[in-house]
């Protein structure tokens, strides 16, 4: 699949911004802080419904606007669709699929499909266990969209049995032994904590069930991805390294062994682990009053021969571990879906070693769709820059550096549905006023000091 | 701020569920405007439903006497019990013309966020009801989200070993609903609890 035009309003640095893409390599430079990263974000957002760089929506709707709108048309098996998003922090987003309004903004999950890397990405290595979590849990969404729901649920169920691990703790703490039913005509301190600790059973009934489930999905995903990390690894670095990634699991021993080992057990045993564990350590739960067991207490252990990656790899490498796995996830979903997701490149070109670069533009080199950002157009490789479109980026505008948009040979013939346009649109649609003298500019639009002049934003060229 | 009695009207009406502060004014400068014959049956509305309307000592749903309209019922089964959240599920059952027994309305459901365990539904109460030993079959009604379920599986634990029969409301695909239209997490889970048909 490709994205074949990308619209923005209010979106980070872009009052409006229209911009007609292509398969085949694309590449954005300009200086740094120019609104390169803004635009591929943007891509990410309709694919994830989340940015790789901030958990809120708030920074992502331009300074002063109420809300921001990215629209994108997406090509797959000749077949357009357009994806919309309206973006207002503090309220729910709201989506559109073709001309038609989503029940809920997940609805659109899996129209397009995104691989992303970006330098925030280094944290998949170097970061919190919850960093390497996440990148899982969003894998398994852009795999199978169900699993958002799995996810939030699990969320809250982790949320449900916190808030009762604390408020119900001084009742908890008294007395020992087993669980009995609360009957009518028990002494009231018992029959509260009897009542307690039978709820406590049913949220960990629900932890199980639901904890389960993910971490199966996890570890098969795992799994599937573990050899491609170590090809992909090798095949950026030229060696033969034994990148490795196995998963930490917080059940007991015996299991987080056998799960350390590579073994997928099944739902059923992984469940009854849970349950397992938990009786294990319900004393300290309730002495902590958080939960300890499941899979919002796992990790991912990366490593690199017989060295842990965090703490001991040097930048470069962990910088081709984090690659390593963002290639995997792409091949992965490749595989799945029987059709490239649009890989992103944000930024990476200009960390690696010549003979890195060069081998990481070979390996992707067949990708359907690539977008490269670069604060310095001579760090990306010459041969993506030769089979692709290169746009300039400066204060948010975008003017192509290359005349016209050159297919790759490996490239198929586009159809007639969606015809690859040799000179790119103008951005007439939003009110964009084009300040540039380039008239086949892909793209135009202003930063900050056009119409709808906000306070606080008189500062022209807005906050660098 | 307005003169007193505007004023007054406005933080009463703003202290309504759903109602904020524009609303409030907007309804208050609606009825300052109304004919004062539809004020009036307003006032009787709210008056009468203070001093008639409570709650059924069996079940908890709403009523005009000691017992509700459905637990007053002969021909109602008393041998079955549906136990839900709230009077409207009652509402809303009813329409189905389903069920002939009667119900049992919790007042909410398990959610510690928000401070609700089982001592603060009517549990106890349905406890009691049970200890007469009349009732064969308890069906859980409750909503089809985490705290429902919470609740559903609470309560099948209470009640596992007391000599009734406990069924949960099948749950997952929207009755009425297009399996189209029905999003992926409801039709994952309406997958994963597919029953056998027997021909
Ligand atoms: N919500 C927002 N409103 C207005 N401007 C914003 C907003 N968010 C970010 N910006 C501005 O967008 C500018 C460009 O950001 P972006 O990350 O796209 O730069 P870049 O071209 O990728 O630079 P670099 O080469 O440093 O990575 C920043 O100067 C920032 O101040
Ligand atoms: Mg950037
Ligand atoms: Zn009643």
Sequence with gaps: MYVRHLTLKDFRSYPSAELALTQGVTTLVGLNGQGKTNLVEAVGYLATLGSHRVATDQPLVRFGAAQAIVRGAVVRDHRETMVELEITPGRANRARLGRSPVARPRDVLGTLRTVLFAPEDLSLVKGDPSERRRFLDDLLVQRQPRWSGVRSDYDKIVKQRNALLKSAASVLRKGRGAPRRPRPGDEPVDEARAAALHTLDVWNDHLATVGSQLLYARLRLLRDLVPDLAECYDAVSAASSNARATYRSSLHESLAARIGAGEVPDVDALRQGVLDTLAEVRATEIERGVSLVGPHRDDVVLSLGDLPAKGYASHGESWSFALGLKLAAYRLLRRDLGDDPVLVLDDVFAELDSGRRDRLAGLIADCEQVLITAAVGADVPDVLREQGMTYAVELGEVHPLTPQPVPSPSQPVPSPSAPREPNAVFGSESGGIPVSSETNAAFTSQVGEQEGEQEGEQDEGSGR | ?199
Excluded: W
Aim: glycine share 10%; proline share 4%; hydrophobic share 40%.
């Design chain 2, 1 to 199: 701020m307005y003169e007193g009695a505007v004023q007054d009207l406005i933080d009463e009406l703003g202290r309504l569920p759903g109602v904020g502060p524009k609303g409030a004014q907007r309804i208050a400068f609606h009825l300052l405007q109304a004919d004062s014959d539809d004020v009036t049956r307003l006032v009787t509305a709210l008056t009468e439903v203070k001093a008639k309307v409570r709650f059924c000592d069996l079940c908890g749903n709403v009523a005009q006497a000691e017992r509700c309209r459905i637990c007053a019922d002969p021909r109602r089964d008393q041998t079955a019990i549906c136990v839900v959240e709230e009077p409207k599920d009652v509402v809303a059952i009813e329409r189905t013309r389903e069920f002939r027994g009667t119900y049992h309305v919790l007042g909410g459901a398990i959610s510690p966020i928000d401070g609700i365990g089982p001592d603060d539904l009517r549990v106890r109460e349905l406890m009691t009801r049970l200890a007469s030993g009349d009732v064969q079959e308890v069906i859980i009604a409750t909503d089809p989200n985490l705290e429902g379920e919470a609740t559903a599986t609470y309560l099948s634990r209470l009640l596992r070993d007391i000599g009734v029969t406990v069924t949960r409301l099948a749950s997952g695909l929207p009755v009425g609903g297009d399996l189209e239209y029905a999003d992926e997490v409801t039709l994952g889970r309406a997958f994963e609890g597919r029953r056998r048909v027997d021909a």
